[in-house]
């Protein structure tokens, strides 16, 4: 891993933002608890786009930020998988850029707060160390490039660090890059989970620096696999097998609502607000289950005060049909109830 003095300088020397005043309002600091609760109910969209390597294979355009938000969801998390867009010398393409620029500016102008994710977090998991790397080349280009962008642009530093990136190695990376961010950001929120695939149960594993308290830390839910993941092809074998399997007894229902106060248990003791970045269950779980688990997630998290993001708009555990041109429901009624 680079060493954070030459991250900073790195940083720096790329300059000021290469697009100001074309995100927004001016950038103006807000309280990472503030902005956590403004962050509300979010999706996340764009991961797994064929668009970014051809922008004609597109699924999701730009107008479908209005219909979000006209959705009554408050943020998108914009998932960057941006690693193989990076050249030999990690400098991220001018169409790649460019592309990115045309989302977070659409976002916006739809009313949607943005969080702009690093999402290489299978490649992390195999090689920390050209991880780090490439991870810090990538925020000393994204971060001076919104540096001057409204403050409803967030940066999660990576998703899901596991695998070699272990608690150690990570706590060690999230400050250098941190320390990247800070160069052209040094008041900006910044989203920040632990090792162990975001889990809840790794956040007292997760070691934030003290003095930096525009932080807002992130876990991802989907606690029972063997629900939320039967049948899925990149789980377990053990798991991939499953199908039928239900959710909904009293004893679920309490595990959920434990797991829950101990994540905020903790966000209590260290004065850090709390983001469900992601959750959801497979779409071939029993349908009637699936909705009973989104609602039950969704209302545990809003009860302690926790912004939320569906896993996903599209591609499975999908929020949104293409072929109806329509949301999924009654997931989405799961997610937004009606009034």
Known sequence: ?????????????????????????????????????????????????????????????????????????????????????????????????????????????????????????????????????????????????????????????LNEPHGVLTAELWNKQLVETLAVIRATNPTRNVIIGPANWNGLDALPSLQLPENDRHIIATFHYYLPMEFTHQGAPWAEPKITALSSIHWGTPEEYKFLSDKFD??????????????LGEFGPYDPAPAEDRVKWTKAVREAAEARGMAWAWWQWDGNFILWDYTKNSFVEPIHSALIPKP
């Open 1 to 157: 891993m680079k060493g954070t003095l030459a991250a900073f300088a790195a940083a720096l020397m790329l300059g000021g933002s290469a697009l100001a005043g074309q995100f927004g309002e001016d950038f103006v600091p807000v309280d990472a608890a503030a902005q956590t609760a403004q962050m509300g109910g979010g999706v996340n969209v764009l991961g797994y786009d064929p668009g970014w390597g051809d922008p004609s294979l597109f699924r999701f355009k730009s107008e479908y930020f209005k219909v979000i938000r006209e959705g009554g969801f408050k943020h998108v998390r914009i998932v960057l998988q941006a690693f193989q867009y990076q050249d030999a010398n990690g400098n991220l393409t001018p169409k790649y850029l460019n592309q990115l620029d045309t989302f977070v500016k659409a976002a916006l102008d739809a009313g949607l707060t943005v969080i702009l994710d690093e999402h290489d977090f299978e490649f992390c998991a195999k090689d920390a160390t050209t991880c780090g790397v490439k991870l810090n080349k990538f925020w000393q280009q994204i971060a001076p490039r919104y540096k001057d962008a409204s403050n409803r642009v967030i940066f999660e530093v």
């Open 262 to 275: 101990t994540a905020k248990a903790w966000a209590t003791a260290h004065n850090r607000p709390l983001f």
